[in-house]
């Protein structure tokens, strides 16, 4: 046992900190994350950070654990795997519901997949649709639920006669192409583009999704003496007399723009992103490209041109695969940080880490086998809190069995307390209305707080999605700006519920300030609403309402800044507004007399 505390001494620094500030005092439940601020000394992580995980269901390699169980078998293991996540404090989740052109949910346009039923076109037992149950579930552990496809993969292989009557090939021998021991789509073809952005847009129309997500497969990975016969396609699909690559890449870039349009047109509040291939280009190849030796650029060898998407606001975030380590010489992980730091045009940039890669042996890349190295590339994406906007591990179960204890270090430092996901002001920059009523009952140790939402929409016609409640102690600083100060993160099965959290860990005789927000889908929380308890009485009963409101405009998509303006200024540092906003709201009540509360919390 021994043994264990000394092969990892950081983790027995984390575990000795976090019971450090639980010395003397009750201790918060450990959901929360949070750490009361006066004894945490160390920097707080970001209140607004995107932190995620890829559920791969090809070749059943995160879920389901085996093909054709029983509905109630495969909703258990997407639950663990869930519960893990949000224990790591996670607050997206990336599904692959469309594996190789095939359905993990009900669809009239292509088969039910082998990688849930065990057979193509099988349905589930009950005639089950897991969609709407892996959405919910995921809402209800607090996470975005973000839809991934592979848009261009139609079989792991070339066995064709094991295929379901719905599946497209059965159809449209004529769309695919057999390369690499497998089919893929044409992306030539404008019969292609359409059935694939039909299919997305059956999803986007009919679930509650977050996000349309996809990886990094266009046109195929080149393979040694292969060639992707789109010789046909390319005579006559080519009206402008492009060369091969760049007409490959045109391809590309209509669906990419074409499928951003529609889902805006269809529901405005669902972000479109992609996880490309690590490296645009070579600086060596492209003067605009990384300071890199990657063998397979996304620009020359997947006709994938991320940087251009970016440019032109055609994706609401970036997720670019950074699979190497900080040590890996051809391709280190932190010149490729830099590099994307600067060209995401003011889109999010999250990055994909390979989480896997400590489960392997790896020869080429050692690095991963060390505890330190996952923690040390999130600490380098907080070097640039402006630019990157979050994390995604590929994949759930390489973070759900917590290799070399990098998973207890997430829950235990770096993400030991809740995030939200960062905004999109050009989605949406207009919070939601704040709760109507926010009502206390405090006896002994037992505060419970309960909530009215205020039913009418915002100017945008947002409702509430969820609410957040903060609390706060004497001598701390006291606004929704530290997530410290999280008491939790309440997101009730359907809009318009009332709320109510039972904080347990309440001193009785201890003053408390208690702030509540509430946050629309896409994360514009409102102004809080504020209630203080003085903990004197046996019992207490108190009150509040939010503050006055102010008569505020609808807001708009912000339009985006010309192409030809660049480089793009880098945004504001994140809290910049939020402190300015303080800052007005102090000069506002300044004289504004508040009595007990104020001098108790420092409000005067």
């Not at 092969?7 to 009750?26: I, T």
Request: aromatic fraction near 12%.
């Amino acid at each position: 046992m021994l043994s264990f505390w000394f092969s990892y001494p950081r983790f027995f620094v984390y575990c000795l900190l976090s019971l450090l500030p639980l010395a003397g005092r009750a201790q918060a439940p450990p959901t929360l994350g949070a750490i009361a601020g006066a004894e945490d000394l160390r920097p707080a992580p970001p209140k607004r950070e995107l932190r995620g995980f890829w559920v791969a269901t090809v070749a059943n390699i995160d879920w389901p654990n085996q093909r054709g169980e029983a509905p109630e078998q495969y909703r258990r293991e997407y639950r663990r795997l869930l519960d893990a996540g949000q224990r790591a404090g996670l607050n997206a989740v990336f599904v692959q519901i469309r594996p190789a052109s095939d359905a993990f949910y009900k669809s009239d346009l292509e088969p039910w997949s082998k990688y849930l039923t065990g057979r193509q076109g099988r349905p589930p037992g009950d005639h089950d649709d897991p969609l709407p149950f892996l959405i919910a579930e995921a809402h209800r552990h607090n996470m975005e639920f973000h839809a991934w496809f592979n848009p261009y993969r139609a079989t792991m292989d070339t066995v064709t006669r094991t295929l379901a009557p719905l599946h497209p090939y059965k159809q449209h021998p004529e769309w695919f192409i057999k390369y690499g021991g497998q089919y893929l789509y044409n992306p030539g073809l404008p019969a292609v583009r359409a059935h694939i952005k039909r299919v997305i847009m059956d999803v986007v129309r009919r679930y509650d999704i977050d996000g349309v997500h996809f990886d990094d497969y266009f046109y195929p990975y080149p393979e040694p003496k292969l060639v992707f016969h789109d010789e046909q396609a390319y005579r006559e699909q080519n009206p402008d007399s492009l060369k091969l690559a760049d007409w490959r890449r045109q391809n590309v870039n209509t669906l990419i723009h074409d499928l951003h349009d529609s889902i805006r047109t269809a529901k405005r509040w669902v972000k479109f992103g992609i996880s490309p291939f690590g490296v645009w280009m070579n600086k060596s190849a492209d003067p605009l490209g990384s300071d890199t030796r990657a063998g397979q650029p996304s620009y020359s060898n997947l006709y994938a041109d991320s940087r251009l998407w970016l440019e032109q606001g055609w994706v609401d975030y970036i997720l670019p695969q950074l699979y190497w380590s900080t040590k890996f010489r051809l391709v280190p992980y932190g010149p490729l940080l830099d590099w994307w730091t600067r060209n995401h045009f003011q889109r999010h940039l999250y990055i994909g880490h390979g989480t896997y890669r400590m489960l392997e042996s790896t020869r080429s890349d050692t690095a991963w086998r060390t505890a330190r190295e996952l923690p040390r590339q999130i600490r380098l994406n907080r070097d640039y809190p402006a630019d990157v906007q979050g994390s995604v591990f590929f994949s759930a179960k390489s973070l759900a069995t917590n290799p070399l204890h990098t998973t207890d270090s997430l829950r235990l430092d770096l993400y030991r307390t809740p995030a939200l996901v960062p905004v999109m002001p050009w989605l949406d920059s207009l919070a939601p209305r704040p709760v109507r009523e926010l009502v206390l009952s405090r006896q002994g140790q037992v505060a419970t707080l309960t909530w009215q939402p205020d039913l009418r929409p915002a100017a945008d016609g947002d409702l509430a999605a969820y609410y957040v409640l903060y609390r706060f102690e004497r001598g701390q600083v006291m606004g929704p700006n530290d997530p410290r100060r999280i008491l939790t993160v309440q997101r009730p099965t359907a809009l318009a519920q009332p709320g109510t959290f039972a904080d347990t860990t309440a001193v009785p005789g201890l003053a408390y300030a208690y702030y509540l927000t509430a946050v629309d889908r896409l994360h514009n929380e409102s102004v809080p609403v504020r209630i203080f308890s003085e903990g004197k009485l046996p019992v207490e009963m108190l009150a509040a309402a939010p503050p006055a409101e102010v008569p505020v405009a609808a807001a708009r998509p912000q339009p985006r800044p010309s192409v030809a303006a660049r480089p793009q200024p880098r945004p504001a540092a994140p809290g910049a507004e939020e402190a300015a906003a303080k800052a007005k709201v102090k000069t506002k009540e300044k004289h504004r007399h508040r009595g007990f509360f104020a001098r108790l919390f420092g409000l005067e």
